[in-house]
């Protein structure tokens, strides 16, 4: 059976995070560790899922029971086979979100001079 969306979804949440919380330590022998209880915080203080926090414990033990996460130590953790669908996930929509990216980055009408006005329908 293969991954629902909203597994890989909070796959992909915990591999950004993770990414990006690491970029910032200097010493490379160390990285930042998180538990569950502080993921689900995040997810939710920062909007990124609308999910009860039940719901989203379920998708960490679903996580975990597919051995994409590990939970050891009281720390969540991506394990290889976790990574691997992290990287493919990140591949896969990394097009999409470089457009989103190059697109907000300038006003879109600077391109051309040729967009035109016209009313709704």
């Keep these: 059976m293969g991954n629902t ?8 949440i915990l591999g950004i995070w993770y990414s990006e919380a690491n970029k910032n330590i200097k010493n490379k022998n160390l990285e930042i560790a998180i538990s ?12 990124l899922a609308n999910k009860k926090d039940r719901a989203l414990y379920k998708n960490l033990e679903m996580l ?13 953790a991506l394990t290889s086979k976790g990574m691997k669908l992290f990287n493919k996930i990140n591949k896969d929509i990394a097009p999409y979100l470089k ?14 001079r040729k967009a035109q006005t016209v009313f709704k329908k």
């Design 5 to 12: 969306k909203k597994i890989n979804f909070i796959l992909f």
């Design 64 to 76: 975990e029971k597919k051995k994409f996460i590990s939970y050891n130590n009281k720390n969540l």
């Design 36 to 47: 569950k209880s502080v993921f689900i915080d995040i997810v939710r203080k920062a909007n």
């Design 99 to 112: 457009i989103v990216e190059i697109i907000k980055s300038k006003n879109p009408l600077s391109y051309t």
